[in-house]
Structures are given as C-alpha cells and as structure tokens.
C-alpha cells in the first residue's frame, strides 16, 4: 500500500523561502511519479510540480517557473519542493501526491497540467502562509 507524508510548511515573509518534503512508499513499481498540488480557501486544487523518480522528468505550473524547484533525495522515494521568492498568492494547504509509474507524468506532459485525478494518492497537507 503507497503512503506519502509530507513535513516542511510555515510561516515566511514575502521574498523568502521554504522547502516542502514529501516521502513515499510501499511502491509496487521502482520508478513513480510524485507531485505538490497546493489549494488555497475558496479555490481550486492547483498542480504545483512533479517529478519522475525513473529519469528526472519535471513538471512546473507557470505560477511557480523559475521560484519553485522540484528535485529527488538520496533515498529515491524522497522529493523536495523548495520554494523561493515566495509571494503572499503562494499561501495554501501543499499537498504531497503519488502514483505508480510513468503514467501520471505521460498524462502531464501530454496536457500540459497536473490533474488530481491522476494521483490516487494523498498525503494530509502541510500549510505554507506567506505574509506581505
């Protein structure tokens, strides 16, 4: 059975930066695909990033290109999300979902988004709050 926890979120001031992990297990599969989705009060789950654990593949959301970074631990089921230039909009619940194999990141690279759909599982969520 697949489990993630993740651990990292807080409190920052606009400008800085915090780093999200997530760690997953119980993999049937050697090489999966693990993403952060982030929702804020009153809005939409929203595809952040995501990795392949097999080759490096990378996703970003255009909200987050260039100030976000994805990225793989030593332990390979282990995935950071460090977050720079934070802005207040970033403020959310930042979730840590997985699923097994390529297929989740075939589907992100064919549409071009993060479904949730496409991750069957969850963790509980950590909160980032990014004051002005």
């Known amino acids: 059975q697949v489990q993630v926890a993740e651990s990292g979120g807080g409190s920052v001031q606009a400008g800085g930066s915090l780093r999200l992990s997530c760690t997953a297990s119980g993999y049937t599969y050697n090489s999966n695909c693990i993403g952060w989705f982030r929702q804020a009060p009153g809005k939409e789950r929203e595809g952040v990033a995501a990795i392949y654990t097999g080759g490096g593949s990378t996703y970003y959301a255009d909200s987050v290109k260039g100030r976000f970074t994805i990225s793989q631990g030593n332990a390979k089921n282990t995935v950071y999300l460090q977050m720079n230039s934070l802005k207040p909009e970033d403020t959310a619940l930042y979730y840590c979902?997985?699923?097994?194999?390529?297929?989740?990141?075939?589907?992100?690279?064919?549409?071009?988004?993060?479904?949730?759909?496409?991750?069957?599982?969850w963790g509980q969520g950590t909160r980032v709050t990014v004051s002005s």
């Open positions: 979902a997985t699923d097994e194999g390529i297929w989740p990141m075939t589907r992100i690279q064919a549409l071009g988004v993060m479904a949730p759909a496409d991750f069957g599982v």
